[in-house]
DNA sequence: TCGAAGATGAACT
DNA sequence: GTTCATCTTCGAG
C-alpha cells in the first residue's frame, strides 16, 4: 500500500476550504506510549481567520490560545470545550494567517480494541463526533503546537485513497449558531453515507 | 477578580 | 427530544 506523511506544502495551501476537503479520506494517526491507532478523516469543517464569526481568531483576534492558529501551517491546535472535551484541529495556511481545519469525525482502521479502551467500550463508533475521536486517539491538551510528523506522534498519512467530488457532502457547521450569517457558510465537509461523520442533516446529502 | 458561555457527548424521558 | 456534566478562556468591572 502506498504511504506518505502529508508535507508543509499540503498544509500551507492558501484556501483552508480546499485543505479541508483534500483532508477527506487522509489517515490520521497517533503513536503514544507505544500505542498505535488510526482512522481515516471522513468529516472536517473549515474555519478562515478573516471574515468567519465562527472562527476563534476571527478578524484578527489573538489570545493565548488562538496564538498557534497564526502559525504556518500543519501545527497543531488543541483546545477544551464544555469544560470536557478536546478538539483537534490542523491549522492551514502560512504565518501570520489563521486558518485551521477541525477533524470531526474518523473511521477507526489500526488499534480499534486501544480506542474501544480509551472510550471504555461504551461506544460502537469509537471516532464518531470530534470529542471522541479525540479522547479514541489519546489526543489531548498537551499536544497542543506540536508540528504533525512522526517524531511528534500525531501526523497524517496519504495512503492513496480517492475521494471522488461527488461523495463530498457540503453543508453548514455544526454547534457555531451564535456566529450569525457565518453558521450558515457551507464549510462542514463529510464523505456521503459514511457511518462514521457525527451528524447527518436532512436536505444534505 | 469574577462571571458567562462554549466548534460536545451521553444518558435520560 | 431534552438535560446535564464540568472547567478553561476571555472580556468586563
Same mark, same amino acid.
Given at each position: 500500500m502506498k504511504k506518505t506523511v502529508l508535507n508543509p506544502a499540503f498544509y500551507q495551501h492558501y484556501s483552508v476550504e480546499e485543505v479541508a476537503q483534500a483532508l477527506l479520506g487522509k489517515v490520521l494517526v497517533t503513536h503514544k506510549e507505544g500505542i498505535y491507532t488510526s482512522g481515516m478523516i471522513v468529516e472536517t469543517e473549515a474555519y478562515s481567520g478573516?471574515?468567519?464569526?465562527?472562527? =476563534?481568531?476571527?478578524? &484578527?483576534k489573538r489570545t493565548p490560545r488562538t496564538?498557534?492558529?497564526?502559525?504556518? #501551517?500543519?501545527h497543531i491546535y488543541t483546545y477544551l470545550i464544555y469544560g470536557m472535551h478536546i478538539l483537534f484541529n490542523v491549522v492551514t495556511n502560512m504565518e501570520g494567517l489563521a486558518d485551521a481545519v477541525l477533524i470531526r469525525a474518523i473511521e477507526p482502521l489500526e488499534g480499534l480494541e486501544h480506542m474501544q479502551v480509551r472510550r471504555k467500550l461504551? =461506544?460502537?463508533?469509537? &471516532?464518531?463526533g470530534p470529542g471522541a475521536l479525540c479522547k479514541a486517539l489519546g489526543i #489531548?491538551?498537551?499536544?497542543?503546537?506540536?508540528?504533525?510528523?512522526?517524531a511528534s506522534g500525531i501526523w497524517i498519512e496519504d495512503r492513496g485513497i480517492k475521494v471522488p467530488e461527488q461523495e463530498v457532502v457540503k453543508a453548514p457547521r455544526v454547534?457555531?449558531?451564535?456566529?450569525?450569517?457565518?453558521?450558515?457558510?457551507?464549510r462542514r465537509y463529510y464523505l456521503k453515507?459514511?457511518?462514521?461523520?457525527?451528524k447527518v442533516i436532512k436536505n444534505y446529502s
Open positions: 478573516r471574515h468567519d464569526k465562527a472562527c =476563534h481568531a476571527n478578524n &484578527g496564538e498557534i492558529m497564526y502559525a504556518e #501551517g500543519g461504551s =461506544h460502537q463508533q469509537v &471516532g464518531k #489531548g491538551k498537551p499536544d497542543y503546537g506540536l508540528y504533525l510528523e512522526e454547534g457555531v449558531d451564535y456566529a450569525g450569517d457565518d453558521a450558515l457558510l457551507l453515507n459514511n457511518m462514521h461523520v457525527s
